[in-house]
């Protein structure tokens, strides 16, 4: 039994496909498949069904699958250990963004990023929050950029800015006369809103006390906040945006922005990581260019804003 076998077990086990995991870890698919079915011998049980359409892992392959993550995670801490000893900043550093951050983000720092430490294999990933810290706890990824939430006491959070809601309003909404939006406007208006299970919906929902999508026929609930702001731009509705989108806006589109009213909702945007993680000279690196990237006011909370 090998860690090399392992993270083919692994790769397998999160793609599902024999041939995306052969091409993740950088064999060939009759590789991959010869050393999955060797430690299938050595074991002496089956870690995967295989069939023409999908790839299932048995019971006891799941129980298999779960240690292999952790010895994986325990032997990465090992090179970790050293490399942070040494200050270093080479190697490996997998990084979770939630959706609603990384099309605004992400084009801030980077490039930047990248050109400024070269000898760092910086790879991002998309997905939510409870996926981010499932791949936290598992070890597939580093750090996780993520808005602040009550729950995540069990990870260590690095605060990187605080960012305002906006609502983005169509010029045929009547709330397109206002100079800015209370929460108490909303009920009543058609709203474009992300599914649930978006944080940043949640927080939305929660701070206008909006009803969900499945009680009102005036909430319409689909996936991206770019989508919605074609809606709008297209003549129909109202909906949210966060506050960074506004430095990718036209002349035009700023005319459809609306800010709340005092207290404006905020977000706070953090890096979590945890309690083990120890390579923090790549997190500082990553943490400073996220911080010059942004607007200096973003770097804390005014008394303006309300956290939610």
């Known amino acids: 039994m090998t860690l090399q076998q392992m993270e083919y077990i692994v790769a397998v086990y999160r793609l599902r496909h024999f041939a995306k995991a052969a091409e993740q870890c950088g064999v060939t698919q009759p590789t991959l498949s010869a050393m999955i079915q060797k430690l299938e011998t050595e074991l002496g049980v089956k870690i995967f069904e295989r069939s023409s359409q999908q790839v299932v892992p048995t019971d006891i392959g799941k129980l298999v699958v779960e240690q292999a993550w952790r010895v994986l995670a325990r032997a990465k801490k090992i ?24 099309p605004y983000l992400l084009p801030r720092f980077f490039t930047k990023l990248t050109d400024r430490y070269p000898e760092v294999d910086f790879r991002v990933m998309e997905m939510k929050t409870d996926a981010c810290k499932r791949a936290l706890n598992r070890g597939e990824i580093d750090a996780a950029i993520l808005v602040s939430l009550d729950d995540m006491d069990n990870f260590n959070q690095t605060s990187l800015f605080f960012e305002q809601f906006i609502a983005y309003v169509s010029p045929t909404d009547p709330l397109s006369q206002n100079t ?62 966060p506050e960074l989108a506004l430095l990718q806006l036209n002349e035009c589109q700023k005319t459809l922005v609306r800010p709340f009213a005092i207290p404006i909702p905020t977000r ?28 200096e006011r973003m770097l804390k909370m005014n008394n303006t804003e309300q956290r939610i």
């Open 79 to 102: 090179k970790d250990i050293v490399e942070e000893e040494r200050h270093s900043l080479k190697g490996l550093f997998r990084i979770g963004i939630l959706p609603t951050i990384a």
């Open 268 to 295: 706070e945007v953090v890096m979590l990581t945890t309690k083990t993680f120890i390579r923090n000279t790549q997190l500082k690196a990553v943490v400073d260019a996220i911080r010059q990237s942004v607007p």
């Open 180 to 241: 800015s939006i209370r929460s108490a406007d909303l009920p009543g208006h058609f709203l474009w809103l992300l599914d649930e299970g978006h944080c940043f919906r949640d927080q939305l929902v929660k701070f206008c006390n909006i009803k969900s999508a499945c009680d009102t026929k005036l909430t319409y609930s689909l996936g991206s906040i770019e989508t919605f702001m074609r809606m709008v731009e297209a003549g129909q509705g109202i909906t949210f945006i």
